[in-house]
């Protein structure tokens, strides 16, 4: 059985991979990937289960702010992205060099644009309950959950931007072990600063925090220290990136923020859809989306992988094995999150009451997850759709079609459904959109042009 390093060996020196090698490579990066991105989503869970036992309004203040620290950590994940697909690209091409003064540019240009990104975010905390249209009785938790998650943004991001880069170069493995590591962390420090310490809320926060600051020193240590890749020999490079390095990482980033902007945004829209509804709904809606993470986050491991193994395999010049990566890796996401998608359904009561103990917030929160589960398996190739286009640099065409599918159709649907149908038609609404966004990816795939912009960069 050939290992993940003969195997990425072969891939970036051009010898030839069966069929059954690329499933196996796929593997090998995809379980670490998978594992990793269940951890993160246990963590959300654990946080949400942890404070939802302290009450409706509680894990509703938590449940309002979650899609705007979703659209700020996703500015500073593009920069990061910008970035790591560089890595991937260099490391295929066998250019370990290059690869490692990327990463170091990269910790530079994500460290101080999240550093930015969360002092704005502090000094709006404040505000954004009552931007959000929510009860005033949310109001201090939700103020003090935001102010404390931007206080530790850079530290996140900088843990980010490290497994993303650990990731592209192939290291799948070390990822997942700090990103378990985390969890058990958030554990640890969930319970002390949210019930022996009597926190609540702002508890579960700095709990967080501190969990993702230990996560990212290691990241970094292994990433100066340990990755054959990453590590430099001989001089140093500079952390300051030159202008072609931030031309590139901006045609990669640029899209993916405006990409967030729109999907973010949507989420942040939607929010304010749900709001009106009044907590029992916000904390359903919350607790839904977490509680349906563990369904989806293996596409996102997937994900992971196909922007790795096809970004390499572009920088290796091998087109067709990029072509061939991609559709293993969506054809994979899809089978797997179909079945998780039935267990799903089926244990959809026991998943929501772990997370809280108010039964109108359960049953209304089992209603939306089996409504979600038919529409899994398109939504995987969509999540994995997006990074094959991404290992290719090309972000453009992707966002425009998460863009006309979100705004035109979800967002459209859920402004004429809820008010009629409450919380369940805003997620019949994004059904649809899920449903429709699925195919316009597979479609996009199917049709290669996703490979024309690397082509064209790298002419000649």
């Not at 292994?222 to 901006?250: C, D, N, Q, V, W």
């Not at 919380?423 to 996703?450: D, K, P, Q």
Request: proline share 3%; glycine share 10%; net charge positive.
């Amino acid at each position: 059985m050939k290992t993940k390093d003969q195997l990425l060996s072969r891939l970036r020196g051009g010898e030839p991979l069966t069929g059954g090698d690329q499933l196996h490579l796929t593997l090998l990066l995809a379980i670490p990937a998978i594992l990793a991105q269940l951890s993160s989503v246990l963590m959300q869970y654990i946080d949400s289960a942890m404070v939802g036992r302290l009450g409706s309004n509680q894990a509703a203040s938590v449940g309002l702010v979650s899609t705007t620290t979703w659209i700020v950590s996703g500015f500073g994940m593009a920069v990061a992205t910008g970035f790591s697909v560089q890595v991937a690209h260099a490391c295929g091409a066998k250019d370990f060099r290059k690869a490692g003064t990327l990463m170091r540019q990269g910790i530079f240009s994500v460290g101080i644009f999240s550093l930015v990104l969360g002092l704005v975010s502090m000094a709006i905390s404040g505000h954004l309950p009552i931007w959000l249209g929510a009860v005033e009785d949310i109001h201090s938790d939700a103020s003090a959950y935001f102010l404390i998650y931007a206080a530790f943004l850079p530290v996140a991001m900088v843990a980010y931007f490290a497994a993303a880069v650990l990731q592209a170069s192939g290291n799948m493995k070390v990822p997942s072990i700090i990103y378990v590591s985390m969890c058990f962390l958030d554990v640890l420090f969930n319970y002390l600063f949210i019930y022996v310490l009597d926190m609540g809320v702002a508890g579960a926060a700095l709990g967080t925090g501190l969990a993702e600051l230990l996560a990212a020193i290691a990241a970094l240590w292994y990433m100066f220290t340990r990755s054959k890749e990453l590590r430099e020999a001989g001089p140093k490079g500079s952390f300051i990136p030159p202008h072609s390095t931030l031309r590139t990482a901006l045609g990669v980033t640029g899209p993916l923020w405006l990409q967030n902007v729109v999907m973010r945004g949507a989420h942040v829209m939607s929010t304010i859809i749900v709001a009106p509804l009044g907590p029992v709904s916000i904390a359903a809606n919350a607790f839904a989306i977490t509680a349906e993470c563990f369904c989806y986050m293996p596409g996102y491991g997937l994900q992971d992988a196909a922007t790795s193994l096809v970004g390499q395999s572009l920088g290796a010049r091998r087109n067709d094995l990029a072509r061939r990566f991609g559709w293993t890796t969506i054809g994979m996401a899809m089978i797997i999150m179909s079945l998780l998608a039935v267990a799903m359904y089926i244990l959809a009561p026991q998943m929501m009451g772990i997370l809280s103990k108010d039964p109108e917030v359960i049953a209304l929160g089992v209603k939306v997850l089996r409504i979600e589960a038919f529409v899994e398996c398109l939504y995987a190739a969509s999540i994995v759709g997006f990074g094959v286009c991404a290992g290719a640099g090309e972000t453009l065409v992707p966002t425009a079609l998460n863009f006309g599918s979100v705004w035109l159709i979800r967002i459209v649907l859920a402004l004429i459904l809820t008010p009629r149908l409450g919380l369940v038609g805003y997620w019949i609404a994004m059904a649809v959109e899920l449903s429709v966004r699925g195919i316009l990816f597979l479609l996009f795939v199917r049709s290669g042009r996703w490979m024309r912009k690397w082509t064209l960069d790298n002419a000649g």
